[in-house]
């Protein structure tokens, strides 16, 4: 019996929920059909480019179709997936994105184990075996979702949160440095600024050390796909860091490099 959900609902130890749409098994079989369409494009360029060896070692030129072959066929996901965060070709254009069914940022391993049993979901035909361990699992997941603990879901157009809300942010030394600011715009996914907005919003609703141990979790990780000079950060509490990525995300465009009246970070 399918008992898959179209929302998956994720509640973090420290009390934060959120949802989580799940893709339906046409959108992502039209992104398999997308990819696949690619790499097939891929091979038949290469293939043309290995021609030329071939008029001087046919058998060298075989080998090298098939070498060539295989690493498209299992490289181009893992790479896209690795880079572009989740998305390959396919799924960027229907709006679907691979993410840790706990709702935690991809890791590597993961996006390598769900591509290499990828060959195991494609039994015997047209993702047989994947299909019926998709349409079984409750939150739609094929073998490769399962072992990798990961989920596909469908990204809906994101409202941009009203930081308003989170009170006056004071001092943003992030403003300072606008290209970096632009570096983390292009980093930060909609979905992962959501979770760090809920985050904020609902502090006075969570346990201290809990709280701490959330915005530590996730200041770890900002901190990591941007970093700014150290006299921009070197003092800042985890839980400001949010605050101030949060205003570059969504902050006015239009407001002075400068302040002009200077907060000390709480």
């Known amino acids: 019996m399918n008992r898959r959900m179209p929302a998956m609902i994720v509640r973090t130890p420290e009390g934060v929920r959120f949802a989580l749409h799940l893709a339906t098994p046409v959108t992502r079989g039209l992104a398999a059909v997308t990819d696949t369409a690619a790499v097939a494009l891929l091979s038949r360029l290469a293939g043309l480019t290995i021609s030329l060896v071939a008029v001087v070692d046919e058998d060298f030129a ?134 760090v907005f809920a985050a904020v919003q609902r502090r006075d609703e969570l346990d201290p050390d809990a709280r701490l141990r959330l915005f530590a979790e996730l200041a770890a990780d900002l901190r990591g796909r941007v970093r700014f000079p150290p006299e921009a950060v070197e003092e800042l509490a985890d839980e400001q860091y949010l605050r101030n990525v949060l205003d570059s995300l969504h902050g006015r465009r239009n407001r002075d490099p400068e302040p002009r009246h200077v907060c000390t970070p709480i």
Not at 98 to 105: C, I, N, Q, T
Not at 158 to 178: M, Q
Not at 184 to 194: S, T
Request: with cysteine; aromatic share 8%.
């Open 62 to 195: 075989l080998a090298l179709n098939v070498l060539i072959f295989f690493v498209l066929t299992i490289g181009y996901s893992m790479t896209l997936e690795w880079f572009w965060r989740g998305q390959t070709l396919g799924k960027r254009l229907l709006g679907l994105r691979v993410m840790d069914a706990r709702g935690l940022p991809l890791r590597l391993p993961q996006v390598v184990l769900r591509n290499l049993l990828r060959a195991v979901d494609s039994l015997p035909i047209l993702y047989v075996v994947g299909g019926f361990a998709a349409w079984c699992s409750r939150h739609g997941q094929r073998l490769g979702d399962l072992a990798a603990d990961t989920i596909v879901v469908r990204l809906a157009q994101p409202v941009p949160p009203d930081i308003a809300t989170l009170g006056a942010p004071g001092y943003n030394s992030f403003r300072k440095y606008p290209h970096l600011e632009a570096r983390l715009r292009q980093l930060v996914a909609p979905e992962e600024a959501a979770i």
